[in-house]
């Protein structure tokens, strides 16, 4: 007989485009599935799933949102760039609020959906690991930097353990030259989901979200008790995206690890 690990876990971000994923992928982990997102569920809760819509800046809504779960899996706020404004509900006081729920409600485990976007200044020649200081690249690269950082509080002060996934770019496949080094698929992500949830004892773990990509610039040594090991690759994409048109040596996306991101903005 099957072990299901979790009776109750909770995905914030559900109606997103890795959420929708992640629901089906989850199936068989947990008993039940609590999907939460500000926008509407499709498809409706299905069986061993429930449905809360709630908005992360609701700091009400959000501690009754948490209230009998397991562990959470928070991928819900603005995914890319915005003005600072846009960005503070949802990412900066939803972080927090999704801890001091966790606090509240004894909940004792959380998966953070970070991003390279911590670190995207860096150039694509430099090779970093999870020790090296940060360089976000953006308002919400700042706001990925900040719930790391409440990570790291909680885990420190309240003993809530958290694994940080620094997703490279977790698409069904890979866009543009870029992305043949930050290319997560949707089956090695859901394994680093697994092995966050069920590793014991990870404190705060920073860990780098690629496949197994030819190149890739971010060194997983800090997170091998996870024990991921990617089983995919962008290299069956490659002729794919070598056949379209490269962008200029010196557009941000061929010099930056954050790409695009790093050009974006300012906002007023
Ligand atoms: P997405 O934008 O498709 O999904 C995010 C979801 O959060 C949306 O359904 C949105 O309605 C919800 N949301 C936004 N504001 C909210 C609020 N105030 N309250 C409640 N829910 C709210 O993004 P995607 O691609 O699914 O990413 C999921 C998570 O993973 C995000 O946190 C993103 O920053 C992170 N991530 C994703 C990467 C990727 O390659 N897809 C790369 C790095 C990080
Ligand atoms: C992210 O953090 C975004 O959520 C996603 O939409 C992509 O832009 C990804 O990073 C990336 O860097 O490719």
């Not at 069986?47 to 501690?63: G, Q, R, Y």
């Not at 009998?68 to 927090?96: M, Q, W």
């Not at 404190?203 to 024990?227: C, K, P, Q």
Request: aromatic share 10%.
């Amino acid at each position: 007989m099957t072990t299901i690990p979790f009776k109750r876990l909770l995905l914030t971000g559900a109606a997103g485009g890795l959420g929708k994923i992640l629901r089906e992928r989850l199936q068989g982990f947990t008993e039940v599935l609590r999907l939460s997102d500000i926008s509407p569920m499709a498809p409706a809760a299905g069986p061993h799933e429930e449905v809360v819509t709630c908005d992360l800046a609701d700091k009400a809504a959000v501690h009754a949102l948490v209230e009998g779960v397991d562990a959470i899996i928070h991928f819900g706020g603005v995914s890319t760039e915005h003005s600072f404004e846009e960005i503070l509900g949802p990412n900066i006081c939803g972080v927090f609020h999704i801890y001091e729920a966790a606090r509240k409600h004894g909940v004792k485990r959380v998966i953070f959906a970070s991003s390279n976007h911590t670190i995207g200044f860096y150039r694509q020649d430099e090779r970093i690991d999870a020790r090296s200081p940060r360089r976000p690249d953006s308002y919400y690269g700042l706001s990925k930097c900040y719930g790391e950082d409440v990570a790291s509080f909680y885990f420190d002060r309240y003993g809530i353990e958290t694994v940080s996934i620094r997703i490279g770019s977790s698409f069904d496949q890979p866009q543009n030259p870029r992305m043949l080094c930050t290319w997560l698929s949707y089956d090695d992500l859901t394994q680093l989901i697994q092995r966050g949830l069920t590793t014991p004892d990870v404190g705060h773990t920073i860990v780098f979200g690629a496949s197994d990509n030819r190149t890739v610039w971010w060194d997983n040594r800090y997170a091998e008790h996870l024990g991921y090991v990617p089983k995919d690759t962008s290299e069956v994409f490659r002729a794919q995206v070598e056949a379209q048109p490269a962008p200029p040596a010196d557009d941000p996306s061929m010099v930056y690890q954050g790409g695009a991101f790093v050009a974006a903005g300012p906002f007023n």
